[in-house]
């Protein structure tokens, strides 16, 4: 998105908890908070930049997404956007997905297409909207817990058939989309990929540029929905080296996708190496 004054939109990372990412969508000295768990670091932002909190933006109930709402909406009155499905205090606009927000800054306006992506929890939301037109254009999802670098959320409330589904949902955005996850994980997430996928190419070249993220302290997030579908199991189900994997894993035959999912899950759930 470019506004009248030529200004485009900014997305600012803020940092949370032990791992957490908290996102700003920055126009024009507003600001729109996506899963603010912790108040502190918004608050901080607001204070040291001028800016103005317009709107918040939740995907799911866990208190390290909603907890700083409250603080927030003392200081701020605010709408606040998250799933209808869900208990959660000081939602103003409760959703179930399929609908388009239209959240307005000073001298532009951004539409965010709202997906269910049910499986983490019940009533998952995740926002995807396209910034610009043309060289300008830029396509990115905040999706919570239901996608990470690498890997993807525990099934807490839902099935692995509604997150595999939730996943697929997600593979079928443009392929430049940029995915803005809540957590960073990819330590984790990039030895259990490399167990499923040891000889792929792709894989073990998009290793060697995350280790040096991570070695030099930096973030990993955002991603690529491209190098996720070329290197992440759980975008890959289908795949015959994942479905081999799993298999072996599983000892014995996976007879659809779904069961490759919750397999490569329920491998993942019990798998302790990391970086």
Known sequence: MVGENGS??????????????????????????????????VATHLESSGDR????????????????VAELRRQHSVPVYGPALEQI???THGLTGGERI?????????????????????????????????DY?????????????????????????????????????????????AHEYTHYNLPFA???????????????????LMNAGQATVPMSLADELETNPFLRCHVSAVMASAARHSQGPLASAIDVFAALREWRNNFKASL
């Open 53 to 68: 909190l317009d709107a918040i933006l939740l995907t799911h109930h866990h208190p390290d997404h909603v907890g700083g």
């Open 194 to 212: 490399l167990t499923v996928e040891p000889a792929s190419p792709a894989l073990l070249r998009r290793a060697e540029k995350l280790k040096s």
């Open 89 to 91: 205090p000081g939602v």
């Open 102 to 134: 239209l959240l307005a800054f000073p001298d532009a306006e951004l539409a965010l297409e709202v997906l269910d992506v049910a499986g983490h929890t019940r009533g998952h939301l995740a926002y995807f909207a396209n910034l610009g037109a043309g």
């Open 137 to 181: 254009r830029r396509n990115i999802l905040f999706c919570g817990d239901t996608l990470f670098s690498l890997g993807c959320g525990r099934l807490f409330e839902g099935s692995a058939e509604q997150m595999y589904h939730s996943l697929r949902k997600l593979a079928t955005l443009p392929r430049d989309t940029q995915i803005y996850c």
């Open 8 to 41: 485009a939109m900014e997305i600012i990372c803020l940092r949370a908890f032990t791992d957490n990412y908290i996102w700003l969508l920055r126009h024009g000295g507003h600001v729109v908070a996506v899963d603010p768990g912790d108040p502190e670091p």
